[in-house]
C-alpha cells in the first residue's frame, strides 16, 4: 500500500509539472498531499524534489505567484551515491507565506520560510530564511532591499 501511495505522488507530480492549466496543477499538487492556499498561482515546470515518503514538508500561503521552473527542495539527499556517507544531509519543511512571490527559475534549499509579501529574483538560490517583505536575489540569495508598504 506504501508503495501504491508513492507510485501515485510520483505519476501526480509527473503530471503536474507540466499541464497548462494553473487550477489543474494546483488540484494535483494538493492530491499529492501538499497544503496550498486560495488564489495562488503555480506556472509549469515546478519541480518539487523531496522523499516520495515525507509528507507535510511543502505549505504553500494565499496568493502567492510561483514562476515557471521553480525547484523546491524538501530534501538534498542523493540517494545511493557512494559519496552519500560524506555529505551532510539536509532536510527540512519548505514553507512559504502569504503574498509572496518566487521568481522563475529560483530554487528553494530544504528548511526554509519565505516571509509573507516576500520577493525572490528569478534564478536565486535561496538558503536561509526570508524576512517578511524583503526583496532577495542572487546566488546565494542576499536581501536587495524591504518591500514599502503603504
Known amino acids: 500500500m506504501k508503495t501504491l501511495r508513492k507510485l501515485k505522488k510520483k505519476i501526480l507530480k509527473y503530471f503536474a509539472k507540466n499541464l497548462p492549466c494553473c487550477r489543474l496543477r494546483i488540484f494535483m499538487y494538493k492530491n499529492c498531499g501538499y497544503k496550498i492556499g486560495k488564489h495562488t498561482y503555480i506556472a509549469e515546470g515546478l519541480t518539487i524534489a523531496e ?6 514538508n511543502l505549505i504553500i500561503g494565499d496568493r502567492v505567484a510561483i514562476g ?3 525547484t523546491l527542495l524538501t530534501s ?3 540517494n545511493n551515491s557512494y559519496i552519500r556517507p560524506y555529505v551532510k544531509i539536509q532536510r527540512g519543511r ?5 503574498d ?6 529560483s530554487i528553494i534549499m530544504p528548511d526554509i520560510t519565505i516571509g509573507t509579501g516576500a520577493v525572490v529574483g528569478a534564478g536565486s538560490v535561496v538558503t536561509k530564511d526570508v524576512d517578511p ?3 532577495v536575489a542572487g546566488v546565494p540569495a542576499k536581501t536587495i532591499k524591504e518591500v514599502e508598504m503603504p
Not at 522523499?51 to 507535510?56: F, I, W
Not at 519548505?94 to 502569504?98: K, P, Q
Not at 509572496?100 to 527559475?105: H, P, R, S, V
Open 133 to 135: 517583505y524583503h526583496i
Open 51 to 56: 522523499k516520495l515518503e515525507d509528507t507535510g
Open 100 to 105: 509572496a512571490w518566487l521568481g522563475a527559475g
Open 68 to 70: 515557471p521552473n521553480v
Open 76 to 78: 538534498s539527499d542523493p
Open 94 to 98: 519548505i514553507l512559504i507565506e502569504d
